[in-house]
Nanobody, 115 residues
Framework: QVQLVESGGGLVQPGGSLRLSCAASTNIDSFNVMVWHRQAPGKQREWVAIRSHDGTTSYADSVKGRFTISGDNAKNTFYLQMNRLNPEDTAVYYC?????????WGQGTQVTVSS
């Protein structure tokens, strides 16, 4: 069983930055893929950033150039650096990771972009 715990959400003004963390209960180097998702009110959950085991990353068009996914094996944590935030980025953000064929999810952290 793997636990994932997100942190770092909060209220930020448009144009600001936040860094979300996803702390894992096991070595993140054992994950096949790590993903950040978000779900805005009244909308379906969508993926925003993916990092594969080999370090390859992919981003949704809506966040490309603004968000960066990264990992720190020593801290068993992966991150989502979010820059130039706008109100459309307001959502609950979730991390997930694939480990030995099972997908694990965190509980979510709220990000609100508002002046």
């Amino acid at each position: 069983q793997v636990q994932l715990v997100e942190s770092g959400g909060g209220l930020v003004q448009p144009g600001g930055s936040l860094r979300l963390s996803c702390a894992a209960s096991t070595n993140i180097d054992s994950f096949n893929v790590m993903v950040w998702h978000r779900q805005a009110p009244g909308k379906q959950r969508e993926w925003v950033a993916i990092r594969s085991h080999d370090g390859t990353t992919s981003y949704a068009d809506s966040v490309k150039g603004r968000f960066t996914i990264s990992g720190d094996n020593a801290k068993n944590t992966f991150y989502l650096q979010m820059n130039r935030l706008n109100p459309e980025d307001t959502a609950v953000y979730y991390c997930s990771a694939a480990h030995l064929g099972i997908n694990y999810w965190g509980q979510g952290t709220q990000v609100t972009v508002s002046s």
